[in-house]
């Protein structure tokens, strides 16, 4: 059984359910500053506990994937993203770093199990249209990152604590799934011709792959841009985050064409200028470490990075050997490995280098995105 609502319609209640999950998530991001100085916690214990939210993460992979299976994607979507925003609440609350820990393990979980029912939602809403919208969805979080951002940063400039920014949070979101509910894919009666728990084949490891690679690239622009532009590039103090804007900028930006691209050129041609557009952001900023080559190449970068993901999710839910969530879920969890080892995984190759010699390894990936395109069958 699926909605019975018109096509676009469907598409703005999903559109919808993107845009507050990346707006929860951004402002727990915007606030993290403010919750370390509130907790007195320094820089390592800060580190220490923020790995909580990949744990909770973890937790949930297998978990959602099922869940998608068992009850379908709109119930586990609803309760997932009003978990989410109330867990968010807890992210406010905490009053030492044993509960925000805690908090943040339900935080990564429901984080995890929105991502997975709202992009199997997603699928389903793509198959209506018959043409590749994936990327759009993802570009609507992308934009509710920045109006999170945005909304973070006007709260610490008037002095307002985390726990009202984050209630007023929790219930927009609240109210925006009651809203959009009736609209959402009703897929729990869906027939299940494929099985929810068999091994992934070699098609959707391939697709995990592709996805890892760029998430590896993904994880270490988000938490090496600003010390690259610092430390290599020597950029002014005002320029030391002008390398992460502008491979934001470009990441929404180019998750808003990347469809239109895909149904022109097909999803491997995509992919492969996905990754040539990385590959050659990355070798820019390493041979010309000066701050105009370098925002360039953070712009290649970005819109290299943009679609992939996406793009990926919307393969293996059109899986012929598993039920889409539990698809989505197999290539999530190898794409989101490379997201976790990315960023360490460029200290050391910094510490036994330099951080220059550490970004070629993210050139690396980039090849790699090509040459596993280049092998999938897409």
């Known amino acids: 059984m699926t909605s019975s609502y018109a096509p676009v319609v469907i598409r703005r209640a999903v559109a919808a359910m993107f845009f507050m999950a990346g707006l929860v998530f951004s402002s727990w991001a915007s606030r ?3 919750i370390q100085q509130k907790l007195s916690l ?9 790995f909580a939210l990949p744990v909770g993460l973890m937790i949930s992979l297998p978990l959602a994937g099922w869940a998608v299976n068992k009850v379908g994607s709109r119930k586990v ?24 820990a805690a908090n943040l393990v339900l935080f990564g979980m429901a984080s995890n199990s929105v991502n997975i029912s709202v992009n199997t939602q997603a699928v389903a809403t793509e198959v209506l249209y018959k043409k590749p919208i994936m990327a759009s969805f993802h570009g609507l979080w992308s934009l509710a990152g920045f109006v999170g951002a945005s909304v973070g940063t006007l709260m610490i400039g008037q002095g307002v604590d985390p726990m009202p920014h984050f209630i007023l949070i929790a219930i927009i979101t609240v109210i925006s799934v009651i809203v959009c509910l009736k609209y959402l894919h009703n897929d729990k009666g869906a027939e299940k011709k494929k099985s929810a728990f068999a091994k992934p084949d070699s098609a959707l490891i391939t697709l995990g792959l592709i996805a890892f690679c760029s998430m590896v690239i993904e994880g270490a622009m988000f938490d090496w841009s600003t010390i690259y532009f610092k430390k290599v590039v020597l950029a002014p103090g005002a320029w030391v985050g002008a390398g992460y804007t502008a491979g934001m900028c470009a ?40 701050l105009i080559p370098s925002i360039i190449g953070f712009l290649f970068i970005g819109a290299g990075i943009s679609s992939v993901v996406p793009l990926v999710y919307s393969a293996a839910g059109r899986s ?3 039920q889409p969530g539990p698809a989505i879920a197999a290539v999530s969890t190898i794409s989101f ?14 510490e036994a280098s330099s951080l220059k010699v550490s970004f070629l390894f993210l050139a690396f990936m980039a090849l790699l995105v090509i040459a596993f395109t280049t092998k999938a069958k897409v």
């Open 320 to 322: 012929t050997t598993m």
């Open 32 to 34: 993290i500053a403010t």
């Open 337 to 350: 490995v490379g997201f976790l080892v990315g960023p360490p995984v460029i200290g050391f190759l910094a």
């Open 251 to 290: 990441m929404a930006s180019g998750r808003f064409v990347a469809d239109s691209f895909a149904a022109r050129f097909g999803l491997k041609t995509t992919l492969q200028v996905s990754g040539t557009l990385s590959l050659t952001g990355l070798l820019l900023v390493v041979i010309f470490p000066t």
């Open 42 to 50: 320094s820089e390592a214990a800060l580190g220490a506990v923020l």
């Open 77 to 100: 979507l609803a309760v997932a993203l009003m978990m989410y925003g109330v867990s968010l609440v807890g992210l406010g609350l905490v009053p030492n770093i044993y509960l925000l």
